[in-house]
């Protein structure tokens, strides 16, 4: 572009922006009105949707409480359609103003409105439910008190949320007033801004037009001082004359610099050649001087140690003794006798001896400080890198040798090596040919006429030791060809290895989850079928507590079958935890006692629990393993005993104990005997079995006894009965450590107290505590706040029904950020029951935040799993919970539990 025409555009230029500048001002101006009042709109409406949630709350509730005052049926579907049509515009302004209201605090308060919402809603069916289900006085506890707070709530929220929007509106129109007067403010600052700058603009044209013209000037006259690779550019992004000038000259000067740089490569390069070349006829020319290999030895490596910048060196040659071949240390350059400590090596020895089995060059830079020291006359320094390489002739290895430096090898210094490595071997194999002709012609001198009559024996010796050399080869190529095949067999086994550990990993957290997608919805239909066994409103008839109990006693059963197969998959994959710790014996037989009295009093079969008295009165094992086999034998013997006895006797057996459960069922067979310890196997496997099972009981027993240290037999006839006999090792027990801490003492103390009056009956093969103790523990548990904090409903709807049905106060929450808010709204709080899987924040989590409050370091949390995997206790513990109980919950535990960390 021409000066002039550069002049002209810049001057119109300048005025354009003027113009843009205050055109862009003034619609600026516009677009603040307009958005003050689309904002003021969109507020107004937010303000209608919280007043619209509020009217149709207020039309919900009417409409519900004339609902349930019995009006005449043709009104009944007015009022339920009335309803369902609140609801649905209350629903969509929840949404709608969702949307519009994006502000954390906003968020909040509607995400909280929803959820009373919602239960509010649930609440209101459940009322409808039970007044068309006749119980009056259910009902009306809900609607006129726990609806109505609810309610109540519910309108508080909303009357937050109209004050926030109502706020809102009051400081969109305190802001958009302060940015009118900006605004206007803005106009005369950027209009003299423009002519400012548009003044500048001028100025910069004219001095930038005459200092690029210095800087090209310059720039020229610089290149005729400079005859190096690397000359000055002119940087001229102008598109005028000047910024032409300088496009062509930085293409010539590009041109100049390749042109030299490829020079000096070929100099480089030819230089190398020469050096290389120099160095090599160099080496090659000692050859001929020497007549032995330890001077070609020393002379090679005197050489070229300091040619290739090596300050330290070591000549091998290879040397044979029968079939075994090694490398000798045969010359050196600046080594230390005293700190070297090999004088050989052996094919496939150290890195020596594996360059000359791999015919192959060995570069280590990266040498640690106490390999090697290189020493000298003011100390020793280690060396940064290493070579070694091989000196081959026809395929066979006759030297190696070995460099260090103290700088890495260059490239150059490496093909060098290289070369005169390919040479070497010639020169060895010509110096020994030499010196064997040398020795043969003495030899030849003084039995001349003794090899004239054994020349032609020689010339056979000569031929079986060529054909030696040769089978030799072939041996050692067969040798190479094994390992390569061994090394391969070892890496597709290390990667079935590979295969089988992840499928392992695979298994254990598919069985993992499957525990807690079981044992959740297990918990709750287990709790509150316990709760309605006890009938405390005593509004069930006996057939409903049998169903009752019938479903209790399915649940139970699928439970223990989770259990096996949970025990299985720990004790195949080497995770089955063993706890030793000192067990009565008299423990055991009063353990089997309570479990199967009442089933032997049922089948009308007799048993008995024998503890020989020349026994010792405890023993040091896992007492809930022992008593998991115990469980399994007995189970099996009176589930295939119709008639007869079934006993346990326990002892003395060597150096151990036996545990002998006898039956007098229907037997096994004899060839069937050692089927029944494989997993899902039995005697009888046909689908028209008369017994049923899932043949996991025998498998674990066996294999838990085994980790115990012991073992299973097993004796039977068929229609005579079986005797399975548990052998463990006689391990001496201890006292146990009297280090209790004072919180547990006390809670034992309080536990104590509870269950003074307890009496357990077997009713069906479900525990039901007396009245006494019952009464004791809703005494003690009375007020008590828990939160309850879990991510499923059922589970929190089974846990509040068992917790208030013991004069508890219940608050929950469905994750555990939830729950944190909620435990610092309610401070008075006295447990926490933490479930662990959750979304979010799981359990592990909220637990360790709640630790870091003050005010809740002390608080007893009880953590909840259903994945009852090893070491879940360990985990929840560290985590900061104060216990652990796994899912199903056990009522009773779960209450005696609570009752011991209230009051520890």
Known sequence: MKFKTKLYLGLGSFLIIIIILVTFLINMFDQITVKMNVVVKELSERVNLTSTIQYEITIYDRELKGLTSGPPEDLIQ????????????????????????????????????????????EMTQQIITLKKAGMKAEYEKLLWYDLKQ??????????????????????????????????????????????????????WLILSITKNLNHVTSVMTKVTQNHGTKLPRI??????????????????????????????ELKEEAQENSWLKTKVAEIATMYPKVDDLQTLAQMFITKITPMVGA?????????????????????????????????????????????????????????????????????????????????????????????????????????LLYEVMSNIGSAINSIASRMQVVKLLQESQALSEELQSQSEELQVQQEELRTTHEKLEEQFEHSEQKKKELEEIKLVL???????????????????????????????????????SENEERNLTDKQLEYVRTIYSSGDDLLNLINDILDLAKVESGNLEIISEELRLQDVQVFVENQFLPIARQKGIEFTARVDPDLPKSIFTDKHRLQQILKNLLSNAFKFTEKGSVSLYIQKAGSGLTFSVKDTGIGIPEEKQEMIFESFKQADGTTSRKYGGTGLGLPISREIAQLLGGFIQVKSEVDKGSTFSLFLPSVESFPLADNRSSEIEAAAAIDEQAHHSVQSVEVNGLSVESWNSKQLKKTLLDGKKVLIVDDDMRNIFALTTALEANHMEVIFAQNGREGIDILCNNPDTDLVLMD???????????????????????????????????????????????DYISKPINTIQLLSLIQVWVYR
């Open 78 to 121: 007015s009022f339920t359609n009335n309803m369902e049509k609140s609801r649905m515009n209350t629903n969509v302004a929840i949404e709608s103003l969702k949307k519009m209201d994006t502000r954390e605090q906003s968020q909040e308060l509607i995400v909280k409105f929803a959820g009373l919402y919602d239960i509010y809603t």
């Open 150 to 203: 609810i309610r109540e709530r519910m309108l508080q929220n909303t009357d937050l949320l109209k004050t926030l929007q109502e706020q809102e509106i009051k400081n969109e129109l305190f802001r958009t007033r302060t940015t009118y007067n900006v605004a206007i403010k803005m106009i005369y600052i950027y209009s003299l801004i423009g002519l400012v700058i548009g003044i500048g603009m001028i100025v």
């Open 235 to 264: 940087r001229v992004t102008s598109k005028d004359e000047i910024g032409a000038i300088a496009e062509a000259f930085n293409g010539m000067a590009q041109a100049l610099e390749q042109h030299a740089k490829q020079e000096i």
């Open 311 to 415: 300050s330290y060196g070591v000549f091998y040659t290879q040397e044979s003794k029968g079939d075994q071949y090694s490398l000798r240390r045969l010359a050196a350059y600046a080594s230390d006798y005293e700190q070297f400590g090999f004088e050989s090596f052996r094919v496939g020895e150290g890195l020596v001896g594996q360059c000359a089995a791999a015919k192959q060059t060995i570069l280590l830079n990266q040498v640690p400080n106490d390999h090697i020291k290189i020493v000298s006359g003011t100390g020793m320094s280690s060396p940064s890198s290493i070579i070694i390489l091989p000196a081959e002739y026809e395929g066979e290895i006759l030297a190696v040798i070995e460099l260090a430096s103290f700088e890495k090898f260059s490239p150059l210094q490496q093909k």
């Open 494 to 532: 290390e990667q079935k290895a590979q295969h089988l550990a992840l499928s392992s990993q695979y298994k254990s957290e598919f069985l993992a989850n499957m525990s807690h997608e079981l044992r959740t919805p297990l918990n709750s239909l287990l709790i509150l079928t316990h709760i309605l």
């Open 836 to 882: 662990i899987m959750m979304p979010e924040m799981d359990g592990f989590e909220a637990i360790h935040t709640i630790r870091q409050m003050p005010n809740f370091q002390k608080l007893p949390i009880i953590a909840l799993t259903a994945k009852a995997m090893k070491q879940d206790r360990e985990e929840c513990i560290n985590a900061g919970a104060s």
